[in-house]
């Protein structure tokens, strides 16, 4: 936590608010701690990076950027308001944003609804992202958001270093993938603007309709292909309700009764919406590792004492499960 005097000041002084400052630390979040600001006649949503940054991480300037851009485009983000580079105020680079009412799920069986409104959930979190991959990355004014082509080499060869960086134990599979990935990359290349973290919980829900308000947490998006968002947002398939926490996967549940598509039907209404091709075992293998890489980083951090969440050290060892289930998929292991 940091003195919570020098940022109220610092938003009184930028925005005008009235009150008294209430700060509440999010939850849940791995990555750049994200804080509730709240005052009388203003509600807000404060991320900032945590006290150990590896390069090129944590970077919440992206961020902000990023959602300014969308602000008009289709594409459902929080309004972004402030960013500040005053290291002074919070401790590290921070940006706020407004707060919106909705819900976050982050279970990805979505208990207590009705099958039809899963259904519905589901739809609306795939459309959400064909809506975000059918944008001009120009049109929006972030043509040099990241390097246009070879996403998938760039990102291989980012991870790698990150894996190298934060490493504190061997994990034989990582290594294998390190190798399998760079010379098993498909043919065909596109840009577009890549969320990074497309998933259930890092969406927004209207607070009782089955529509997404806001796409949250862009500190891993750039210009990319939009495969390797496919591919992530996939993984909640290949995982057992075990695999990362309770509830967290959906290999083994009987999805028809719960009203919640197949891989293969979620996939397929991607493709209807936006004229792709589907995924391949590529495309999953690259996104189990690279959440492997980070996974790593979030222990990494948790054996220097620099965790941001208290679990961190837990959610760390799930590194090896994602590693494994991506050796399995590309078939070297």
Excluded at 62 to 70: I, K
Excluded at 121 to 142: F, I, Q, S
Excluded at 253 to 282: K, M, N, Q, W
Aim: net charge negative.
């Amino acid at each position: 936590m940091f003195e919570g005097a020098k940022l109220d000041g610092y938003l009184r002084g930028a925005l005008g608010v009235h009150g008294e400052m209430r700060i509440e630390q999010v939850a849940g979040g791995q990555s750049n701690p994200t804080y509730y600001v709240t005052y009388d006649d203003r509600r807000l949503v404060l991320r900032k990076q945590p006290a150990q940054v590896l390069p090129s991480a944590h970077a919440v300037d992206r961020e902000y950027r990023v959602l300014r851009a969308l602000a008009h485009s289709g594409v459902p983000v929080p309004p972004a308001i402030l960013y500040c580079d005053d290291r002074s105020v919070v401790g590290t680079l921070f940006y706020v944003m407004e707060r919106l009412d909705g819900r976050v799920l982050s279970d990805v069986t979505l208990p207590g609804l009705e099958p039809a409104e899963r259904a519905a959930m589901y739809d609306a979190m795939v459309e959400t992202l064909a809506a975000l991959h059918a944008l001009d990355p120009a049109a929006v004014g972030l043509a040099d958001f990241g390097k246009p082509g070879n996403y998938f080499a760039r990102q291989i060869g980012r991870w790698t270093k990150q894996w190298e960086l934060s490493r504190t134990r061997d994990v034989p599979d990582l290594d294998l993938l390190a190798a399998w990935l760079p010379a098993n990359i498909p043919q065909g290349d596109e840009t577009r603007i890549a969320h990074g973290d497309y998933r259930l919980g890092n969406l927004l829900f209207h607070p009782t309709e089955p529509r997404v308000i806001g796409v949250l947490d862009w500190e891993l998006s750039t210009l990319g292909h939009p495969l390797a968002d496919v591919a992530y947002n996939c993984i909640a398939w290949h995982m057992g309700t075990g695999d990362l926490g309770p509830a967290r996967g959906l290999m083994g549940l009987d999805l028809a009764s719960l009203g919640i598509p197949s891989e293969h039907a979620y996939v397929a209404r991607y493709c209807a919406l936006t004229g792709r091709e589907p995924i391949g075992a590529f495309h999953l293998a690259f996104a189990l590792f690279r959440s492997a890489v980070i996974f790593e980083g979030i222990a990494a951090r948790a054996q220097s004492g620099h965790a941001v969440a208290a679990d961190a050290a837990a959610v760390g060892r799930y590194s090896g499960v994602f590693a494994r289930k991506a050796v399995e998929l590309a078939g070297i292991g």
